[in-house]
């Protein structure tokens, strides 16, 4: 049977570079960065690689896809729980140890500018999903066959998934990754962010109960 490009394109890519890193945001954790050649999309993604530190490495590893979000992995906005998701995955990373792939997926794939646009039009009651249609884009355009390459290229076929996002989670095994659970992120939920969690569960079927759950 023919392979089609993407299916091509999730086997032939291939790690660029490795780089020792000390991450202050995971307790001081030894991370290894790694880089790609050949993934299916020109985005500049990086797979942070963390040894476990105090229990046991276990079987299947834990990993995180994080989509960029510079507002809040950044700055700290109070705006989405995009911030506080990365500083829980490195935090449980130092601990048990896994991988965190972080995707140049800014804004659910629109990009930086358009996101703010979108915000302009919350700050006017859309949730986030109606105000992403409003300015011509995708509810979501985030496409998670770049991470299941990176993961085909680290040898890791079978995981624990980090997410709260079921569409994450039916991409990956789309794409030939096993998925052994799906363990759920904690809800940082605030004062400033609830509409958009409330978008996210009832119009994105995110789970926010906080219960770890099965891959369908």
Request: proline fraction near 5%; aromatic fraction near 4%.
């Given at each position: 049977m023919?392979?089609?490009?993407l299916?091509?394109?999730?086997?032939?890519a291939?790690?660029?570079?490795?780089?020792?890193?000390?991450?202050?945001?995971?307790?001081?954790?030894?991370?290894?960065?790694?880089?790609?050649?050949?993934?299916?999309?020109?985005?500049?993604?990086?797979?942070?690689?963390?040894?476990?530190?105090?229990?046991?490495?276990?079987?299947?590893?834990?990993?995180?896809?994080?989509?960029?979000?510079?507002?809040?992995?950044?700055?700290?906005?109070?705006?989405?729980?995009?911030?506080?998701?990365?500083?829980?995955?490195?935090?449980r990373?130092?601990?048990?140890?896994?991988?965190?792939?972080?995707?140049?997926?800014?804004?659910?794939?629109?990009?930086?500018?358009?996101?703010?646009?979108?915000?302009?039009?919350?700050?006017?009651?859309?949730?986030?999903?109606?105000?992403?249609?409003?300015?011509?884009?995708?509810?979501?355009?985030?496409?998670?066959?770049?991470?299941?390459?990176?993961?085909?290229?680290?040898?890791?076929?079978?995981?624990?998934?980090?997410?709260?996002?079921?569409?994450?989670?039916?991409?990956?095994?789309?794409?030939?990754?096993?998925?052994?659970?799906?363990?759920?992120?904690?809800?940082?939920?605030?004062?400033?962010?609830?509409?958009?969690?409330?978008a996210?569960?009832?119009?994105g079927?995110?789970?926010?109960?906080?219960?770890?759950?099965r891959?369908?």
């Amino acid at each position: 049977m023919t392979k089609t490009p993407l299916a091509t394109a999730l086997t032939a890519a291939t790690v660029r570079a490795r780089v020792s890193v000390t991450l202050t945001r995971a307790n001081n954790a030894q991370a290894e960065l790694v880089t790609f050649e050949g993934l299916p999309d020109p985005g500049e993604h990086i797979a942070v690689l963390v040894p476990p530190q105090e229990i046991p490495h276990a079987e299947t590893p834990l990993v995180r896809v994080h989509s960029e979000c510079m507002t809040g992995d950044i700055f700290g906005s109070a705006r989405c729980d995009c911030g506080p998701q990365l500083d829980e995955a490195l935090t449980r990373l130092a601990v048990e140890g896994g991988v965190l792939l972080y995707l140049r997926q800014e804004g659910r794939g629109i990009g930086l500018y358009n996101k703010l646009d979108t915000y302009v039009l919350q700050d006017r009651g859309k949730d986030t999903f109606e105000a992403n249609r409003l300015i011509g884009r995708g509810e979501d355009e985030r496409n998670y066959a770049v991470a299941a390459a990176m993961l085909h290229v680290l040898g890791l076929n079978r995981i624990r998934l980090l997410t709260n996002n079921p569409e994450k989670a039916r991409q990956l095994q789309e794409h030939g990754i096993t998925l052994s659970s799906i363990v759920a992120t904690e809800v940082h939920l605030t004062a400033e962010n609830a509409r958009y969690l409330e978008a996210k569960a009832k119009l994105g079927g995110h789970n926010l109960t906080g219960a770890d759950w099965r891959p369908a």
